[in-house]
T-cell receptor, first 109, second 112 residues
Framework: GQSLEQPSEVTAVEGAIVQINCTYQ??????LSWYQQHDGGAPTFLSY????GLEETGRFSSFLSRSDSYGYLLLQELQMKDSASYFC??????????FGKGTRLSVIA | ETGVTQTPRHLVMGMTNKKSLKCEQH?????MYWYKQSAKKPLELMFV???????ENNSVPSRFSPECPNSSHLFLHLHTLQPEDSALYLC???????????FGEGSWLTVV
């Protein structure tokens, strides 16, 4: 089977840095994705890691360690608008993406 | 605007009603999906259509019936639903075996 674990809630201060971790167990692995979902909105794609290391896109970075079955999403210079749910998802190849339960990030002043 | 459009955005229906959710994608993708999202639960994959053929049905009750007339359109027909079926239903599309899927804004369903 496939399973992903991520914290259910994280709270951080505006302007700070926050890291959302994701560990996974899958029978096959092609890559790890991250999605953001604001309340009442659709999940939107943030990043994808197929290889070990850090991918940076502006204030957001995503990291993958295939040997540890672990990845994280790093959000820097937090803004109030970053308050949302963040989902990690595994691409196992021939099957649709499998999503984690999501981490609700609350950014406070 | 994600390129995936869902209608209606909100739907209230009685347990004896029949209604349908509609999804249209303008991205040229060849795979489409229905997901269910309930409070405090992970995204649940319901159905997958790839090249207009249903390739996955995750033990979804028969009161949910999908239809994919072409690669751009996907429907979810609803009949004799239960209150526990109240949720956000998300349509998504991707290239077959792609690593990125694009979601619609969702249809909020309330069964009374």
């Amino acid at each position: 089977g496939q399973s992903l674990e991520q914290p259910s809630e994280v709270t951080a201060v505006e302007g700070a840095i926050v890291q959302i971790n994701c560990t996974y167990q899958t029978s096959g692995f092609y890559g790890l994705s991250w999605y953001q979902q604001h309340d009442g909105g659709a999940p939107t794609f943030l990043s994808y890691n197929a290889l070990d290391g850090l991918e940076e896109t502006g204030r957001f970075s995503s990291f993958l360690s295939r040997s540890d079955s672990y990845g994280y999403l790093l959000l820097q210079e937090l803004q109030m608008k970053d308050s949302a749910s963040y989902f990690c998802a595994v691409n196992s190849g021939n099957t649709p993406l499998v999503f984690g339960k999501g981490t609700r990030l609350s950014v406070i002043a | 605007e994600t390129g995936v459009t869902q209608t209606p955005r909100h739907l209230v229906m009685g347990m004896t009603n029949k209604k349908s959710l509609k999804c249209e994608q303008h991205l040229g993708h060849n795979a489409m999906y229905w997901y269910k999202q309930s409070a405090k639960k992970p995204l649940e994959l319901m159905f997958v259509y790839s090249l207009e053929e249903r390739v996955e049905n995750n033990s979804v009750p028969s009161r949910f019936s999908p239809e994919c007339p072409n690669s751009s359109h996907l429907f979810l027909h609803l009949h004799t639903l239960q209150p526990e079926d109240s949720a956000l239903y998300l349509c998504a599309s991707s290239q077959r075996h792609g690593n990125t899927i694009y979601f619609g804004e969702g249809s909020w369903l309330t069964v009374v």
